[in-house]
């Protein structure tokens, strides 16, 4: 080969491998924050504010070297949720940081728009914001258009369009009872609770009617809620 091709031979390998360094330095990064985030679910704790600073700070590293990183910028906007529920977290700082997260997930949808578990993550906040706007009734439709029998996805749905039943239109009403029908199949007892708790019960009630199993715990349900509300 050619002296001046082999410089160039070697510039490109010396490239290459410092960008392969840069990646595996953004992957060390974005580990310690996979880590602790998994402890924090695995116990199912909440982390207190230098935890989750670290957690922070190590997930931005890993973005700065590799900045369109669906799975970083994912970590981050779980991180700014968690930041929402953390123990003694003022209010305004709480909705600041449902705001920070809902701004990520945008942008991870401009990177991933068929991506449902960044939908089912914009209904999640935007039912803990109660705001049911444009973007929450494009959330709620695309989320059971894209992930119609994920049995957590048709929970977030269930949830929300349950709870903002009176604020969302006649078409996003029927993309919630598809998804109860749906959720009938999937995980009855789990949506018959769910319904019973947000008044939804008269909508489960065809489900259940002919299968002695789902009546009964139909019934246990109704009974069990009476009891508590009378405590």
Same mark, same amino acid.
């Given at each position: 080969?050619? &002296?001046?091709? *082999?410089?160039? =031979?070697?510039?490109? *390998?010396?490239? *290459?491998?410092?960008?392969?360094?840069?990646?595996?330095?953004?992957?060390? =990064?974005?580990?310690?924050?996979?880590?602790?985030?998994?402890?924090?679910? /695995?116990?199912?704790?909440?982390?207190?504010?230098?935890?989750?600073?670290? /957690?922070?700070?190590?997930?931005?590293?890993?973005? +700065?070297?590799?900045?369109?990183?669906?799975?970083?910028?994912?970590?981050?906007?779980?991180?700014?949720?968690?930041?929402?529920?953390?123990?003694?977290?003022?209010?305004?700082?709480?909705?600041?940081?449902?705001?920070?997260?809902?701004? +990520?997930? &945008?942008?991870?949808?401009?990177?991933?728009?068929?991506?449902?578990?960044?939908?089912?993550?914009?209904?999640?906040?935007?039912?803990?914001?109660?705001?049911?706007?444009?973007?929450?009734? +494009?959330?709620?439709?695309? =989320? /059971? &258009?894209?992930?119609?029998?994920?049995?957590?996805?048709?929970?977030?749905?269930?949830?929300?369009?349950?709870?903002?039943?009176?604020?969302?239109?006649?078409?996003?009403?029927?993309?919630?009872?598809?998804?109860?029908?749906? /959720?009938?199949?999937?995980?009855?007892?789990?949506?018959?609770?769910?319904? *019973?708790?947000?008044?939804?019960?008269?909508?489960?009630?065809?489900y259940v009617e002919g299968d002695e199993v789902l009546q009964g715990f139909?019934?246990?349900?109704?009974? &069990?809620?009476?009891?508590?509300?009378?405590?």
């Open positions: 080969m050619p &002296r001046p091709l *082999l410089t160039i =031979s070697a510039f490109l *390998l010396l490239g *290459l491998s410092a960008y392969s360094s840069i990646l595996l330095y953004a992957n060390y =990064s974005a580990s310690n924050t996979q880590a602790e985030m998994k402890t924090w679910q /695995a116990s199912k704790v909440f982390p207190d504010e230098k935890n989750w600073q670290e /957690a922070l700070e190590s997930i931005q590293t890993a973005i +700065k070297f590799d900045p369109s990183n669906p799975e970083y910028l994912d970590y981050e906007a779980e991180l700014y949720r968690y930041k929402a529920i953390i123990p003694d977290t003022r209010p305004s700082e709480e909705i600041a940081a449902y705001r920070e997260a809902l701004s +990520k997930y &945008r942008h991870l949808l401009t990177l991933r728009p068929s991506w449902a578990p960044y939908w089912a993550s914009i209904i999640s906040i935007k039912y803990e914001l109660w705001e049911y706007d444009e973007l929450m009734i +494009k959330a709620l439709q695309n =989320s /059971a &258009r894209l992930a119609p029998w994920f049995k957590a996805n048709q929970r977030i749905i269930l949830r929300a369009g349950f709870h903002g039943w009176s604020l969302i239109d006649d078409e996003t009403r029927k993309v919630i009872d598809q998804t109860l029908e749906r /959720a009938m199949q999937l995980q009855p007892k789990l949506t018959i609770r769910l319904a *019973l708790e947000h008044g939804f019960g008269g909508r489960v009630e065809p139909y019934q246990k349900e109704v009974e &069990r809620m009476k009891e508590e509300g009378q405590r």
